[in-house]
T-cell receptor
Framework: NAGVTQTPKFQVLKTGQSMTLQCAQD?????MSWYRQDPGMGLRLIHY???????DQGEVPNGYNVSRSTTEDFPLRLLSAAPSQTSVYFC???????????FGPGTRLTVT | QQQVKQSPQSLIVQKGGISIINCAYE??????FPWYQQFPGKGPALLIA?????SEKKEGRFTISFNKSAKQFSLHIMDSQPGDSATYFC?????????????FGKGTLLTVNP
């Protein structure tokens, strides 16, 4: 199993550009989520999904869009990048039980 | 509203010492409390987890202590090693909730000096 994979690993965007961060898992996990990590702020939940076709907002959803058309994939879209979206983004997945959450390696995004 | 409060923000320990990181929660519906370890440039990884039906869980040098009445839990790292230097996150989950969201603390940067 590859686990949770994320692409790209690094990305630089200009303000106003859009892009999609890719996330895939091969463990048949129902639950997937996106977090951003900023110094001193911990891991903040952006969006999550409890299954294909079902998504919901986390605590910091503004400026981001998600969809879940398959169990495996959960892309995160930045609609119009802003410098405040400079961060490290982690995708994660897990099953309902035993609740262990697996994180991807992260995408470091810089918006200039 | 921060539902899981973690302290300290940073911690420096000498090799062989005990590292202690504390977390407090507010939501009494939480019933699963994991700790995650994150090395620089990597994603967090599950280290150890506990349910509130036990007061302590030990895995090697890592121990979770849980105090249900105080709504607190802590991670103890015995015989701390330089390789333990990482950021540690506590988290909490309400498994009976409809959304299964993990609520994370803000993290503790642990440095173990040789």
């Amino acid at each position: 199993n590859a686990g949770v994979t994320q692409t790209p690993k690094f990305q630089v965007l200009k303000t106003g550009q859009s892009m999609t961060l890719q996330c895939a898992q091969d463990m048949n996990h129902e639950y997937m989520s996106w977090y951003r990590q900023d110094p001193g702020m911990g891991l903040r939940l952006i969006h999550y999904s409890v299954g294909a076709g079902i998504t919901d907002q986390g605590e910091v959803p503004n400026g981001y869009n998600v969809s879940r058309s398959t169990t495996e994939d959960f892309p995160l879209r930045l609609l119009s990048a802003a410098p405040s979206q400079t961060s490290v983004y982690f995708c994660a997945s897990r099953v309902g039980l035993p609740y262990e959450q697996y994180f991807g390696p992260g995408t470091r995004l810089t918006v200039t | 509203q921060q539902q899981v409060k973690q302290s300290p923000q940073s911690l420096i320990v000498q090799k062989g010492g005990i590292s202690i990181i504390n977390c407090a929660y507010e939501n009494t519906a939480f019933d699963y409390f994991p700790w995650y370890q994150q090395f620089p440039g990597k994603g967090p990884a599950l280290l150890i987890a506990i349910r509130p039906d036990v007061s302590e869980k030990k895995e090697g040098r890592f121990t979770i202590s849980f105090n249900k009445s105080a709504k607190q839990f802590s991670l103890h790292i015995m015989d701390s090693q330089p390789g333990d230097s990482a950021t540690y996150f506590c988290a909490a989950l309400n498994s009976g909730g409809s959304n299964y969201k993990l609520t994370f603390g803000k993290g503790t940067l642990l440095t173990v000096n040789p």
